[in-house]
């Protein structure tokens, strides 16, 4: 069972075992990210680039490889040539840093793994300041 926070999750691990006819269940928090990491930060990116231009990029990989594209954009809303890009697996994620240099309409791409994770989401919740 997948849920939207790790907050919920551990509400419902307050609750008593679930059982299924009659058996107890053992239930635990899993950590997603315990495998290594899924999102990278991809720069100096051309002006004009979409998100379909990522999901055309990666699409070699094969069909649903990418779970999450994040555009990064300046206060006045226009693309700031950045991107966060979330793979479904670190496997994925290790090929694409594989293929260094990564070109796009012949600009050649700044990839590296993303800092966003669980410092991130600690900040964002209120649990720590950002380092």
């Known amino acids: ?42 720069g100096a990116c051309p002006s004009d680039m979409s998100e379909n231009d990522f999901k055309e990029l990666f699409s070699h990989l094969g069909q649903d490889v990418i779970t999450r594209i994040s555009l990064c954009h300046q206060q006045d809303g226009s693309f700031s040539r950045a991107a966060h890009v979330t793979f479904r697996t670190p496997e994925l994620l290790q090929k694409v840093m594989d293929m260094q240099p990564l070109k796009f309409k012949n600009h050649e791409l700044n990839i590296s793994i993303s800092k966003m994770g669980m410092k991130q989401l600690d900040y964002v919740k209120g649990n720590k300041t950002p380092e």
């Open 1 to 42: 069972v997948s849920t939207q926070s790790t907050w919920v999750a551990r509400e419902c691990l307050k609750m008593e075992p679930p059982t299924i006819l009659g058996k107890t269940l053992n239930v635990g928090l899993y950590n997603e990210n315990a495998r290594g990491p899924k999102q990278l930060f991809i």
